[in-house]
């Protein structure tokens, strides 16, 4: 054990049963691996739920648990806490009186985090009640104790207007472009806003100029969302501070420039794609935050059950053929293949990858980087792939004929192919491969499966609220359950209407938005003889999404409507996204040639 584990603790679980010694040790070197705590590690392995952790704890130490869910924080006891104590030793205040401070304490075990406190206690002039906190209240906390808003406020603070007017610009004679912006404002803003930005699991970081300020924005599960505005005078610095971390040339604002960087933030290190583009109020930067961890999901987590679920699982078994993902721009087909390549990842087959960029790290699978500014494609990788003896090939993207090609060839000869490709639905992948010049014969040998998906927000569990759906939405429903299997719709009729979830005020959970995370809608069409037959014949959109029906394919709108139904997400969300999808009533009847 390390010095910093939980010692009581562990022997407490292992006493009781709820964890082997093995396993014990297993998580305490994950902890030391991942910065996470051994608490955290374990609620997440679902050894134990957050709700007993913390009665076993209250017990164990002798300290009321406290549930927080619910409670009113007093900002005010966040005044001069030290950030240390917050971020290093997980313990954070939530309640103050003029003489009680009330703190919530996530290990007791930890005697230099409990000395820091009593240092702390007698400095501020306070008697310090200590309660033992689950992980949830604590990530809550810790998230309300410092916003970016105020984070940022300090870091400017300490610069004079002055310094903070100054434009960045290149020293000729001694060209020490990156020192002069280290001493400016600017480092500690760029750092504040990326970490903040991967904390609260933005997929994108948007800072824009628009006249007398810099407007910072965050895309967090789809939507842009304005996170922090800056002084105008801020920008040049700002700008040349990323660009001096993305190897971009400085002195040029009148061309986009693309470049990436990697930092460690916690335990990990995350990359950020970057990408400047030049306005007339000057350079937007947009930053795509590759984070390794974000992609550590499995299939069943991502929306997949039922019919679904059980092909893809079948196909991913067999020995060879392909599996296409389609969907536009961040509909979520790279995290669809970062869990399929995580069920399919065993020591006994070569799985490799050809990407752009690298956006999930899989232990175990071989991944590269496509640079095409250098000749290395799709394509050309794809040929030196095939020479490295691979089982399972993963190309990003099929983007040409060429790759197309390629990639049929490869799932012909013994591999499996896993592939994404742009579509609008299941049955657009057939034309859109024809259109690519891959032969129609070849189709049906090489292609086993595609998928189609889109991204629905999840309504936030603690504060969704039950309702029976209106009668407007009870005709959506059943004209959705009369298309859909007997046996899946039986699941869901019901003699007195429906019941379905609607968005709440917001709570704590998910910071007032009502939502938190997102959900795949998915589609699923396999190869079958009947549908070969088609696809040799004079194929249609009619006769493909006939066979399609036959085979018993649920469309993604009607996988929208059974997670209404399941209450994971609401009407109002799916109706927005209802527009990109096929519902299946599409009647066109022109032959594909």
Sequence with gaps: MTSSSPKLLVEVLVSQNIITPEAAAEIEQESVDTGKSFGELLVHKNLISDKAL??????????????????????ESFKNFPDNLVSVYKIVPFAKTDQLLKVGVMD?????????????????????EKYVIGQKDFD???????????????????????????????DEK???????????PATRVVAIVVKYAVENKASDIHIEPFGSEIRVRFRIDGDLQTSLTLPSSLLSSLISRIKVLSD???DETRLAQDGRFSTTIGSRTVDFRVSTFPTRTGEKVVLRILDPFVGDIELTDLGLEGRNLNLILENIAKPFGSILITGPTGSGKSTTLAAILRKMNDEVINIVTLEDPIEYYVTGVNQSQVHEEIGYTFAS?????????????MVGEIRDKETAGLAIQAALTGHIVLSTIHTNNTIGVIPRLIDMSVEKYLIAPALNLVVAQRLLRRLCSSCKVPDKANLGEEALIKKVLANLPKDVSAKYLKADGFKIFRAGGGCKECNGKQYKGRIAIVETLAMTDEL????????????LRDEARHQGMITMYEDGVMKVLNGVSTFEELLQVANEIESGENKNDEVIE
């Design 54 to 75: 913390l009665q076993l704890k209250s017990e164990l130490y002798q300290l009321p648990a406290a549930d927080l869910s619910s409670a009113e924080i007093d900002k």
């Design 108 to 128: 007791p075990e930890n005697a230099r985090g409990m000395e820091a406190l009593k240092f702390i206690s007698a400095d501020m002039d306070v008697t310090v």
């Design 140 to 170: 809550s906390l810790s998230r309300n104790f410092k916003t970016l808003t105020q984070e940022v406020g300090r870091a400017l603070e300490t610069f004079s207007k002055d310094q903070l007017d100054k434009e960045l610009s290149i």
């Design 174 to 184: 001694t060209g020490k472009l990156e020192d002069i912006t280290a001493e400016a």
């Design 248 to 250: 971009m040339k400085i």
């Design 381 to 393: 990788g794809l040929r030196h792939i095939l020479r490295q003896d691979p089982d399972v090939i």
């Design 532 to 543: 070969e037959k088609v696809i040799l014949t004079d194929i249609s959109e009619k006769k």
